[in-house]
């Protein structure tokens, strides 16, 4: 169950949950952090990095013989797609067998200081960092990779004492400022770099241009480059990546006359050119269609502060008819990839936690909600519903649901008065409606409700 933490931050984590625990009536096995971190229950929560107003997790224990709708436990499923986009294994299973060579951050800062440009995959393989290692993570890496089963972390040993460091998996989502080159000028190099140079352990970073092989490839090359074509969107969805989106095109002061390496066609061979003679791309940030696609796909990570409604295919479709691609078969390589993202969301998730949604959100919402056959908990704090929007909430076949500081009034809660004597909310175990405007006469009709439900539990 998730919920905000009000407490000093002198307090221990074990505190903190011994008082859930006598709050709750349930027996808690862990609370995990904002950052999906398992907590020490040891430390101060300050110690713990856990601030007031942090969104914690408490993971509940289910009895031997239930679990934690009250149902009949079933046998564990097999790892599907949707378990894929959370397991640490599936990942990098992905990188090794699609051969994406992610960018050591050590080297992405060391080309911004020495004013160099970002090389293509095919030259970044023979490159190294000042301190002698590979530009690129090696495939021998992943492999030594070791996964903590409890948190999900992925760490590896590393430096001279071979001591075990945390890696953090980030993916850089820019725009392609010319056909022959991303970045001329360097000014999205810039921007990642100041925004990554603080970054502690070990980084490995996705950038299409220096990951994945580029034009002109061999056949071996073109093999892997279509392999991760077809699975683009673990990239950028998948719980382990921390994506970062640059939506600025290089500001027309930085773009002065120079050279740069890249291929060239019409001599089959790379070489240096003059950046004016480049084929260049002004379209922004918005028209984008591989960049709405990143930007989609990350919305949809687990407990992003923005937190994303998973946009159904068709809606996807419509938003996307003005968005312009490099290549025309391209679009249809998104739609797919969308669907697919989709389908595997939506079939895993059992828990929604809903922050800022925007009005465009709460429509998709509404056109998702059906789709998820598995939600236990949704959480909703903070956002402006009406009745429409919590009947859809308490009619999804969640057990828990929190609609917390919403704005919820009178009228909002006789509709979902109305709605909770449904058989579509009979799933419905948990109604939290703290801090919405509900009088009596709100709270009149929901308590009738509770006296034909004793099942139900509606706090207020």
Known sequence: RSCRCNSSPERTVLELKEEAEEKLGVNIKRIIG?????????????????????????????????????????????LDEAQGLKDPRSFIDFLTSADIRLVRLEFLLELHQDGLAMPRRQEAETMCTKNGATALVTLEEYQRLLVNDNTGHISIRAGPKHQLVTVHFRSLSHMWESMQHPDPWRYQLGVAAELYQNLQDVVWVFVDFISLYQYKR??????????ALDRMHMLYSHEMVQVDILEDLTPE??????????????EDAMKWVPITSLKLNPLPHALRGWCQAEKEWARLRMM???MGIPTPPEIFRQRMGQMKFTHRDDAEQVFQLQAKVFQEKISGTTHL???RLSAQDLEALHEALPYYQKLQFVVVNGIRLHGRDAVALVQSGAHDVQMESCQLQDEDAILIAEALVKDKTDRLRVLSLTGNGISEKGRSALHQVMEQRPDLKISM
């Open 34 to 78: 904002q950052n999906h971190e398992l907590l020490d229950e040891n430390k101060t929560l300050a110690a713990a990095d856990v601030v007031p107003g942090n969104m914690l997790t408490a993971v509940i224990a289910a009895s031997e013989a239930e679990n934690e709708e009250g149902l009949p436990e079933t046998e564990a499923e097999p």
């Open 218 to 227: 061999n056949d071996s090359q073109d093999s892997s480059f279509r392999k």
């Open 253 to 266: 002061k930085m773009k002065v006359d120079g050279t740069l390496f890249v291929y060239d066609p019409t």
């Open 304 to 306: 992003l502060t923005a």
């Open 353 to 355: 936690h809903l922050e």
